[in-house]
């Protein structure tokens, strides 16, 4: 009976395969994304131990800022999918471009950032040797937040027609021009100059770069601009730059306030000891192994239920949602098995070249962090796929009020009270960001079983187009 329900959920609209077809090029992009950064981390580990304490806090600081916007633009992906299901192509392009209008801002608002780098990190009072390199890496990051910005809106134009495999292969082939430059430029192989975690950050700015220029080369080809209008549809149009602020401004605060609250979370564990950050920025890094590929299911459902809301099939929109939590939950529970069972496996890269006296303590408590790890991933299958739902058809401020609340009552204040004020260690820090996720993704199950996005489209009605264009 199980195997063949499963056979018939698999054929039907709304099934595994629909959603597979659409999910596995991007579970295959964001994994591709996940490999990137644990590599990075690797070889940084390899490096020094201050290099890989530095790692996490930089770059997820810098990634904080650009999440604002990236989340904002990256929104296009459901006007695409929308205008897509409802059959309007010609207003894809245009929503494409407002997604890039919104990274040039974004971009110029990041590049204003460095030269406070010194006095931030200062602020947040890491050992100096650690800090010097927060510093460094922090600047270099920032000259490609704007390329980021503007990729994610124009894979978003992918995405949103349910043409996953180009994201894919852009994003590999910067993957992979990212690590062959850390291999030179880290260690200075090949001639080129050592430059320990500054190689690091320029290996990442020049793939940034690289992977815009890729998506601009294939949204120029001529079947896009005929039918979608990706060219000729250049313009700002305000009605339409507004409607993407007003509902993607929301996904990226909440983007921002997600990785913002995990930033607050490193710089305060930061201040216990520099073996507490490196143990804290391995399961990190080892826990993106499970989460960013499942971002890519994520982007898929929201994906299918844009285009089936623009279709007007709610139900299929939600049978889309279960589909994409059956593989999610699967995916999420092997893996949370291995961390328990065998987390050498994934801590071991870490050491291959790290001192073995220096990384002792680290692997010890890697291993234990790994088992929260483990516990809250099972959760943040919940979390992935039903804020990707709501997100889908438009619900963008509840998910952001949700984020803004949890994780400032339920992360960032307790885990500041028990560390520095109270005293507390390590692992009650992660007992808090184990609870905070657990409780999202209760509320955002609750929120999408309360029907309510149903009713939500992002796209101007037929009617209101007319109004505009007249």
């Given at each position: 009976m199980i195997i063949r329900?499963?056979?018939?959920?698999?054929?039907?609209?709304?099934?595994?395969?629909?959603?597979?077809?659409?999910?596995?090029?991007?579970?295959?992009?964001?994994?591709?994304?996940?490999?990137?950064?644990?590599?990075d981390r690797m070889f940084l580990s390899w490096y020094s131990p201050e290099a890989i304490a530095a790692s996490m806090p930089a770059g997820i600081l810098?990634?904080?800022?650009?999440?604002?916007?990236?989340?904002?633009?990256?929104?296009?992906?459901?006007?695409?999918?929308?205008?897509?299901?409802?059959?309007?192509?010609?207003?894809?392009?245009?929503?494409?471009?407002?997604?890039?209008?919104?990274?040039?801002?974004?971009?110029?608002?990041i590049l204003s950032i460095i030269p406070f780098a010194g006095p931030i990190f200062r602020f947040i009072g890491h050992l100096p040797e650690?800090?010097?390199?927060?510093?460094?890496?922090?600047?270099?990051?920032?000259?490609?937040?704007?390329?980021?910005?503007?990729?994610?809106?124009?894979?978003?134009?992918?995405?949103?027609?349910?043409?996953?495999?180009?994201?894919?292969?852009?994003?590999?082939?910067?993957?992979?021009?990212n690590l062959v430059l850390d291999y030179a430029i880290i260690f200075g192989n090949w001639g080129l100059p050592e430059m320990g975690i500054r190689g690091a950050g320029y290996a990442t700015v020049i793939a940034n770069i690289f992977?815009?220029?890729?998506?601009?080369?294939?949204?120029?080809?001529?079947?896009?601009?005929?039918?979608?209008?990706?060219?000729?549809?250049?313009?700002?149009?305000?009605?339409?730059?507004?409607?993407?602020?007003?509902?993607?401004?929301?996904?990226?605060?909440?983007?921002?306030?997600?990785?913002?609250?995990?930033?607050?979370?490193?710089?305060?564990?930061?201040?216990?000891?520099?073996?507490?950050?490196?143990?804290?920025?391995?399961?990190?890094?080892?826990s993106t192994l499970a989460f960013m590929p499942m971002i890519g299911c994520g982007?898929?459902?929201?994906?299918?239920?844009?285009?089936?809301?623009?279709?007007?099939?709610?139900?299929?929109?939600?049978?889309?949602?279960?589909?994409?939590?059956?593989?999610?939950?699967?995916?999420?529970?092997g893996l949370a098995v291995l961390y328990l069972i065998v987390p050498a496996v994934f801590i071991r890269p870490f050491s291959v070249l790290a001192d073995p006296d220096s990384f002792k303590e680290i692997y010890r408590l890697s291993v234990i962090l790994l088992r929260f790890v483990a516990i809250y991933s099972l959760f943040d299958a919940m979390n992935i796929v039903f804020s990707s739902a709501i997100k889908g058809a438009g619900d963008t401020r509840f998910v952001m009020y949700t984020l803004a609340l949890i994780t400032f009552f339920l992360m960032v204040m307790p885990a500041y009270f028990a560390v520095v004020v109270l005293g507390y260690g390590l692992m009650t820090c992660w007992l808090f960001a184990s609870a905070y996720i657990m409780c999202l993704g209760f509320l955002f199950f609750l929120r999408f079983r309360s029907g309510k996005w149903k009713g939500m489209r992002v796209i101007e009605s037929r009617l209101d187009l007319i109004r505009i264009t007249d």
């Open positions: 329900g499963i056979s018939r959920r698999w054929r039907e609209p709304g099934g595994y395969r629909q959603l597979l077809a659409i999910a596995l090029p991007l579970i295959l992009s964001t994994g591709a994304w996940s490999v990137q950064h644990f590599v810098c990634f904080a800022l650009i999440s604002l916007f990236m989340g904002t633009a990256s929104y296009v992906s459901t006007f695409v999918a929308q205008y897509y299901g409802a059959g309007r192509f010609r207003r894809i392009g245009p929503s494409v471009w407002q997604g890039i209008y919104v990274s040039i801002f974004g971009g110029v608002v650690v800090r010097q390199l927060e510093k460094e890496y922090f600047q270099i990051l920032c000259l490609g937040g704007g390329f980021v910005v503007a990729s994610a809106a124009i894979s978003g134009f992918f995405s949103g027609l349910g043409r996953s495999w180009p994201i894919m292969w852009v994003n590999c082939a910067a993957t992979c021009l992977s815009f220029a890729l998506f601009m080369i294939l949204i120029s080809g001529k079947e896009y601009r005929k039918r979608y209008n990706t060219f000729a549809g250049w313009r700002l149009e305000k009605g339409l730059f507004r409607r993407l602020l007003y509902f993607g401004f929301p996904s990226g605060v909440q983007f921002f306030l997600d990785i913002s609250g995990f930033t607050f979370f490193i710089l305060i564990i930061g201040r216990l000891g520099m073996g507490s950050l490196a143990a804290s920025n391995i399961a990190l890094n080892i982007i898929a459902i929201s994906v299918l239920v844009g285009q089936y809301l623009g279709k007007g099939m709610p139900q299929l929109a939600q049978k889309s949602v279960y589909s994409g939590f059956h593989i999610v939950s699967v995916y999420m529970a």
